[in-house]
């Protein structure tokens, strides 16, 4: 095993709990804070954080150029709609953990694979294989398994569990447009334009809902930020180092992180139902990230 890759699982496990550590923290507070509020202040302390160094890097007169020049319209559209899909993802998952176990939470959004090789191959007319169909519904049923049934649920499935798959469903969405951008734009424009739009989006969908906070649980929200840019960065450094087909299994330690958070912070013990469900997950998402990985779009003309 050469340093390289060594270093670069080192950049990946870190990622890993940075991503399964931000997503507790919305359970630390109370459940009555409304998700698309969470989801502005991630947003925004992570916009905070990470436009000094935009700034550092192009100047405060060719930043201006770098957001509105006419060039850039593509993909800052391409920006846009992705900083969507991370705001639906980040309220699912904020409804989620507060009202599941985080490691079924967790597990249920590691499903996001299966749904981003579906829109690729629906959008980027990617192929897919019988393996391919096959690994999707053993990784699906290991969902409907973590996901259910809930006794204390009205009904088969809980709504938290359902928020869950939703988020998987917009994270796959986000991996997709990710994917075009990551050879089209640098890591700081990217990065800031996703989460400055993401910020004017919600300003006005929250400001009819804020709900005012102790300042104990709004520093708490506003520390997702930080950890998302840093947990972005953790995985950019990991990534440049190594293929990512090798790296695929580290991201799965993120569900061994929030089991053992769920289990120190709120004494969440998984179920074995749960955890059978989540070796499932695991075992079909890595054939699908290894056999079928969602290619990056081809880099567009400036």
């Known amino acids: ?17 940075l991503f399964a550590f931000m997503f507790m923290l919305p359970k630390l507070v109370s459940d009555a804070v409304p998700p698309l509020q969470v989801a502005f202040l991630r947003y925004f302390a992570g916009f905070m954080t990470i436009l000094p160094f935009f700034l550092g890097t192009y100047g405060p007169r060719e930043s201006v150029a770098q957001v509105v020049g006419p060039a850039k319209r593509r993909l800052n559209l391409m920006h846009a709609l992705r900083a969507s899909c991370g705001v639906a993802s980040v309220a699912f998952g904020t409804y989620a953990v507060t009202h599941i176990p985080l490691a079924n939470a967790q597990s249920i959004a590691m499903t996001n694979g299966v749904f981003a090789v579906l829109l690729a191959a629906t959008f980027l007319r990617e192929r897919l294989t019988l393996p391919d169909i096959g690994a999707g519904i ?11 049934p809930d006794p204390g649920a009205p009904s088969w499935i809980s709504l938290g569990a359902l928020a869950a798959l939703l988020q998987a469903f917009a994270w796959g969405a986000e991996v997709v447009f990710l994917r075009f951008a990551a050879v089209n734009d640098t890591p700081q424009r990217t990065l800031t334009l996703v989460n400055g739009s993401a910020c004017l989006g919600l300003l006005l969908l929250t400001a009819w809902l804020w709900e005012r906070l102790p300042l104990h649980d709004l520093l708490i929200l506003l520390a997702m930020g930080p950890l998302a840019i840093v947990g972005q960065y953790c995985n950019i450094r990991a990534f440049r180092m190594a293929e990512t087909a090798k790296l695929v299994p580290i991201k799965y330690s993120g569900l061994v992180f929030a089991a053992l958070l769920g289990l120190v912070f709120f004494d969440e013990w998984p179920r074995p139902a749960a955890i059978a469900g989540a ?14 990985p969602v290619q990056a779009a081809a880099r567009v003309r400036p």
């Not at 053993?138 to 259910?148: H, K, P, Q, R």
């Not at 695991?282 to 056999?291: E, I, K, P, Q, T």
């Open 1 to 17: 095993m050469s340093r390289d890759l060594v270093k670069a699982m080192a950049w990946a496990i870190v990622a890993a709990f």
């Open 138 to 148: 053993v990784c699906l049923s290991g969902a409907v398994i973590v996901a259910g």
């Open 279 to 292: 070796a499932m997950i695991c075992g079909g998402a890595l054939y699908l990230a290894r056999h079928k």
